[in-house]
């Protein structure tokens, strides 16, 4: 299956409420985002659509909303590709665990997100 452009904008959306957790974005995430991404989902559909993924989150570094606010707007198109988060959901979590460890200093608020994301995965699957 090939993800739509909102599946990606999501991970984007996502990977910031998890890089954001500590409230402490560094320029360097950024670099380790796009290689944990372009690893994770490469090929020819991430070459395209993907790139949204990295765009969406350095959007949101720019302007630092919420992380809450940035989570919720995950759920939300999440919730509108479903049949790509049931293919992908592990590699999602894979993802989302990869990001939060990708610096030396990881966070419980990062571990937290993580948890209440596969709390709230469990819920859109099962809706």
Same mark, same amino acid.
């Given at each position: 299956m090939i993800a739509s452009r909102d599946f990606?904008?999501?991970?984007?959306?996502?990977?910031?409420?998890?890089?954001?957790?500590d409230s402490?974005?560094?320029?360097?995430?950024?670099?380790?985002?796009?290689k944990i991404l372009l690893s994770e989902f490469g090929g020819s559909d991430m070459q395209t659509k993907g790139i949204r993924a990295i765009s969406r989150f350095e959007m949101l570094v720019a302007e630092l909303p #919420?992380?809450?606010?940035?989570?919720?707007?995950?759920?939300?198109?999440?919730?509108?590709?479903? #049949?790509?988060?049931?293919?992908?959901?592990d590699k999602i979590l894979e993802v989302i665990?990869?990001?939060?460890n990708s610096d030396s200093d990881f966070e419980?608020?990062?571990?937290?997100w993580i948890e209440k994301f596969r709390e709230?995965?469990?819920?859109?699957?099962?809706?």
């Open positions: 990606y904008e999501a991970l984007g959306y996502l990977s910031y409420v998890v890089a954001g957790a402490d974005i560094e320029k360097d995430e950024l670099l380790r985002l796009g #919420p992380v809450s606010e940035a989570y919720s707007k995950s759920i939300e198109m999440l919730k509108n590709a479903k #049949p790509e988060l049931l293919e992908f959901q665990s990869k990001i939060a419980i608020t990062e571990q937290n709230d995965l469990t819920i859109i699957l099962n809706e």
